[in-house]
């Protein structure tokens, strides 16, 4: 089983600041996922990389995956208090028929 | 913008009990999952379908479970004889083509509860 590790657990911030949010493995994925997961309901997509080395960005959100496809970040730049929110990053790896692998999630709390 | 729809949003069953939780995907997507996400933990890979057959599943995918597309629009899953360990939120999710490569989008999920 492939394990992917996000770090921070948790994180509080005041509105304005920078945070960053990391994703790692031992395991190479094909691709790897990002989503945003609010209380009660389910995951929603925010990013999808597949290119080892690629960035992208959504609005104030910018995401890179790792060279060697092993790891992943999530950078979000002068946070607001509607970033609030559990981010979780999920991968596929090359071998399977599109099981993902999800991290345990960082939850993210900015502050007015 | 389309989704996945889930219903119920709640199920409370006896323990021993069949529960079939049903799921409609997003209507041009090709490739159906289950997960489940019991609460405090990660979110676990169940089961995928493609082609009207299963494609992969979990060691969490036992006897007790199975999955169906009874319609061009439906997909399901049943939990023959309910545990108490069954208690999850269970999502389903789908793509358009193999999820390696085709983002998963998800339902927001039933709360099965087993008293």
């Known amino acids: 089983t492939q394990l992917l590790e996000q770090s921070p657990q948790f994180l509080s911030i005041q509105e304005g600041e920078n945070l960053t949010v990391y994703c790692n493995s031992s395991?190479?994925?094909?691709?790897l996922q990002w989503y945003r997961q609010e209380p009660g309901e389910g995951p929603v997509l925010l990013v999808t990389v597949v290119t080892g080395g690629e960035v992208k960005k959504l609005k104030r959100l910018t995401f890179q995956f790792g060279d060697a496809r092993k790891d992943s970040s999530l950078h979000i730049t002068a946070a607001q208090p509607g970033d609030t929110g559990l981010y979780l990053c999920?991968?596929?790896?090359?071998?399977?028929?599109?099981?993902?692998?999800f991290g345990a999630g960082t939850q993210v709390v900015v502050t007015p | 913008e389309p989704e996945v729809t889930q219903t119920p949003s709640h199920q409370v069953t006896q323990m021993g009990q069949e529960v079939i939780l049903r799921c409609v995907p997003i209507?041009?997507?090709?490739?159906f999952y289950w997960y489940r996400q019991i609460l405090g933990q990660k979110v676990e890979f169940l089961v995928s379908f493609y082609n009207n057959e299963i494609s992969e599943k979990s060691e969490i995918f036992d006897d007790q479970f199975s999955v169906e597309r009874p319609d061009g629009s439906n997909f399901t899953l049943k939990i023959r004889s309910t545990k108490l360990e069954d208690s999850a939120m269970y999502f389903c999710a789908s793509s358009e083509v193999s999820g390696g490569l085709s983002p998963q989008h998800f339902g927001d999920g039933t709360r099965l509860s087993i008293l």
């Open positions: 395991s190479v994925f094909s691709s």
């Open positions: 209507s041009n997507h090709l490739y």
């Open positions: 999920a991968g596929a790896s090359a071998d399977s028929w599109g099981k993902l692998q």
